[in-house]
T-cell receptor
Framework: DVKVTQSSRYLVKRTGEKVFLECVQD?????MFWYRQDPGLGLRLIYF???????EKGDIPEGYSVSREKKERFSLILESASTNQTSMYLC?????????????FGNGTRLTVT | GDSVTQMEGPVTLSEEAFLTINCTYT??????LFWYVQYPGEGLQLLLK?????DKGSNKGFEATYRKETTSFHLEKGSVQVSDSAVYFC??????????????FGKGTKLSVKP
């Protein structure tokens, strides 16, 4: 089974801190994604990557950046955390080699910015 | 742009009741359609999918049929169980442009099944 692991289930950070959310997948998937999930808004795409060192902005990239130095790892960075970034963050991966490959999700990181 | 609209929740049913969660979409071309489920405390997982018109996806007693004429992909189950309590997301993937497999999700529908 594909495993997508997010390093933290819960994080509490202060306003202005730099925050790193880490995600690792073990299936050699080319595509990786970061979403945030908020009540009433569903999932919104922040950034995605389809190869090492490649990245594309999603629908809500402002205030975030990403890093993909290795194929299995995709990091989300909050340069200066703000309270409106309090949310559930979900990482996902998928294969580019398989038509209609499903997204495989991690269990999420619930970030609270105080 | 492309979008997914699904019925607002929460939906509360008794065990063994019939379930329908409506989902309609707007898309250019011929998207692939998906239902994902999120159990409490977990990430999303694929429930079923359909890749072309009139396809029926099915899994764990759930079904959904890709209806191009009504741009719909409604989720149904004939007899729900308490263990089906979760949030259900409808999603589409467009098959053009540089989206590289990105999905567009609906806002989710929370289902609670009472014994």
């Amino acid at each position: 089974d594909v495993k997508v692991t997010q390093s933290s289930r819960y994080l509490v950070k202060r306003t202005g801190e730099k925050v790193f959310l880490e995600c690792v997948q073990d299936m050699d998937h080319e595509n990786m994604f970061w979403y945030r999930q908020d009540p009433g808004l569903g999932l919104r795409l922040i950034y995605f990557s389809y190869d090492v060192k490649m990245k594309e902005k999603g629908d809500i990239p402002e205030g975030y950046s990403v890093s993909r130095e290795k194929k299995e790892r995709f990091s989300l960075i909050l340069e200066s955390a703000s309270t409106n970034q309090t949310s559930m963050y979900l990482c996902a991966s998928s294969s580019a080699a398989v038509d209609n490959s499903p997204l495989h999700f991690g269990n999420g990181t619930r970030l609270t910015v105080t | 742009g492309d979008s997914v609209t699904q019925m607002e929740g929460p939906v509360t049913l008794s065990e063994e009741a019939f379930l329908t969660i409506n989902c309609t979409y707007t898309a250019t071309g011929y998207p692939s359609l998906f239902w994902y489920v999120q159990y409490p405390g977990e990430g999303l997982q694929l429930l079923l999918k359909a890749t072309k018109a009139d396809d029926k996806g099915s899994n764990k007693g759930f079904e959904a049929t890709y209806r191009k004429e009504t741009t719909s992909f409604h989720l149904e189950k004939g007899s729900v169980q308490v263990s089906d309590s979760a949030v259900y997301f409808c999603a589409l993937r467009t098959n053009y442009g540089g989206s590289q497999g990105n999905l567009i999700f609906g806002k989710g529908t929370k289902l609670s099944v009472k014994p």
